[in-house]
């Protein structure tokens, strides 16, 4: 069946990288994109970026400066990396299958310390 | 970017209440628009797509529909079970736009 799966650090330093990995089964990388949202405690969603099921990507405006996605399509990861990290940047980080937003994964917290 | 604007941000029900929540689109998204239903600790889960299409497994008392720039997700007969925040999402355009969320509390 479908699942994604992240993981990462709980805990990151204000000014650091927060790098994150989405580990997917049940499909293919090569046939579905992967999309990340995040969730700040107690606000809304907000749609980070995509990798598309040929590799491409495209991000959030607001974030596009600090943010990256890529993805390894022999082990179904895609990896979230973005840098210069603020403590606003504290939030629960989703993966979800691009296309549909059908599966997603449980969420990682990430808090971002001062 | 398309803005989606949702409300109420929150409202409290009985059970046995019709609900609707609604999103407006600053631009034409036809019907390229679904509905999420989050619990609390929880992802959030695709309950209506494509505007009107109830997705697998939700419950019959869910429905979407569209009026121009309009979209509404209703509840027909609340449930204790329905206590959640709810989402509307735009997928016309990118980047994706959600709505500010709805927070639906039971009387």
């Known amino acids: 069946q479908v699942q994604l799966k992240e993981s990462g650090p709980v805990l990151v330093q204000a000014s650091e990288t927060l790098s994150l990995t989405c580990t997917v089964s049940?499909?293919?990388?090569?046939?579905?994109?992967v999309i990340w949202v995040r969730q700040p405690p107690g606000k809304g969603l907000e749609w980070m970026g995509i990798?598309?099921?040929?590799?491409?990507?495209d991000y959030n405006s607001a974030l596009k400066s600090r943010l990256s996605i890529n993805r390894d399509t022999s082990k179904s990861q895609v990896f979230l990396k973005m840098n210069s990290l603020q403590t606003d940047d504290t939030a629960i980080y989703y993966c979800?299958?691009?296309?549909?937003?059908?599966?997603w994964g449980q969420g990682v917290m990430v808090t971002v310390s001062s | 970017d398309i803005q989606m604007t949702q409300s109420p941000s929150s409202m409290s029900a009985s059970l046995g209440d019709r609900v609707t929540i609604t999103c407006q689109a600053s631009q034409d998204i036809g019907n390229n628009l679904i509905w999420f239903q989050q619990k609390p600790g929880k992802s959030p889960r695709r309950m209506i797509y494509?505007?009107?299409n109830l997705a697998n497994g939700v419950p019959s008392r869910f429905s979407g529909s569209r009026s121009g720039s309009d979209y509404s997700l209703t509840i027909i007969s609340l449930e204790s079970e329905d206590m959640a925040d709810y989402h509307c999402l735009q997928y016309k355009q990118y980047p994706l736009t959600f709505g500010s969320g709805t927070k639906l509390e039971i009387k």
């Open positions: 049940g499909f293919s990388l090569t046939n579905y994109g």
């Open positions: 494509y505007a009107t």
């Open positions: 990798i598309w099921r040929n590799g491409n990507t």
């Open positions: 979800t299958r691009g296309g549909s937003l059908d599966y």
